[in-house]
């Protein structure tokens, strides 16, 4: 059995407004969303808590061959970096810290995120876990008006092979949102290869997210809507070699984004991202 679960990476947006042409039926401002840029944030501590009676450090980072947002690349070709650090005490209490590099953006660092919470795991089979945070957004130079701020809370449980979770977070700082989000995800053994262990997790995740559209229908006019719906589903296909102190994944994502509004055409996309964790029992 691993002694941890993976960490996800959850990019929200935090209020995303899509400018409309009249002549055009193509977003304007790419760079702007661009800008808008997401919370990075640890849903999920998990098993490690309770296998080790204790606390411990858990240090990672990941490469993704193309980077999307919320299953969106704006037409930009480019990979993103991920690194992240994670402090989980002996009583539940954890502090987090991650970045996020994209090759095309300037300035290439444009976000880098510090939070704090508290995780609970219930039961006599610790089936149950609960955490609960805030996090703190650094955006770059162009983020007046964004929100920086989050409150966000996550519930799972476990039921081997299976693992569902749920989670929402409250973004604020600028013009408030929400999003919620669930996930489903199926482990199994496939190797023991030395000491190192081989797993499948597919893992199928649906993000739904408020958003506040601003479309100019005419010269004169202009309409502001708000609506809350599915922006992203996601499949993704992680092979992970554990050794309870190392571990490395090899993943396929696939991406099945939504159309936000009548004339946004998405199709789905995948790409290949590889990570590396190294815990540390304290």
Not at 3 to 32: K, M
Not at 155 to 174: E, M, R, T
Not at 177 to 192: C, M, R, V
Not at 251 to 277: A, C, H, K, Q
Request: hydrophobic share 40%; net charge negative; glycine share 6%.
């Amino acid at each position: 059995m691993r002694l941890f679960s993976f960490f996800i990476l959850v990019f929200c947006w935090s209020s995303l407004s899509f400018a409309q042409n009249p002549e055009s039926e193509e977003p304007s401002d790419i760079d702007e969303l661009l800008d808008e840029l997401f919370v990075v944030d640890t849903l999920a501590l998990l098993q490690a808590y309770d296998d080790l009676k204790g606390g411990f450090l858990y240090a990672s980072i990941s490469f993704d061959e193309q980077a999307y947002f919320s299953g969106r690349d704006f037409e930009i070709d480019q990979f993103g970096l991920a690194p992240s650090l994670t402090y989980l005490s002996s009583g539940g209490t954890y502090l987090f810290a991650g970045g996020s590099y994209y090759s095309e953006l300037d300035p290439a660092w444009d976000l880098f995120a510090l939070g704090a919470g508290q995780f609970w795991s219930l039961g006599t089979e610790k089936q149950w876990s609960i955490s609960a945070s805030y996090t703190h957004s650094f955006l770059g130079e162009d983020s007046e008006g964004l929100n920086t701020h989050r409150l966000s809370s996550s519930v799972s449980y476990k039921l081997d092979p299976l693992q569902l979770n749920v989670a929402g977070g409250y973004l604020f700082g600028a013009e408030p949102s929400y999003y919620l989000t669930t996930s489903i995800t199926y482990e199994t053994t496939l190797a023991q290869i030395g000491a190192f262990e081989l797993t499948f997790e597919p893992n199928l995740y649906l993000l739904f997210s408020q958003q506040n559209i601003i479309e100019q229908v005419s010269f004169f006019q202009i309409t502001e809507s708000t609506v809350f719906d599915r922006v992203n589903s996601q499949l993704e296909l992680p092979l992970t070699l554990d050794n309870n102190t190392l571990d490395i994944t090899l993943s396929y994502t696939r991406n099945f984004p939504n159309n936000l509004f009548e004339d946004e055409d998405l199709s789905s996309s995948g790409y290949v991202s590889i990570s590396l964790g190294w815990l540390i029992p304290l």
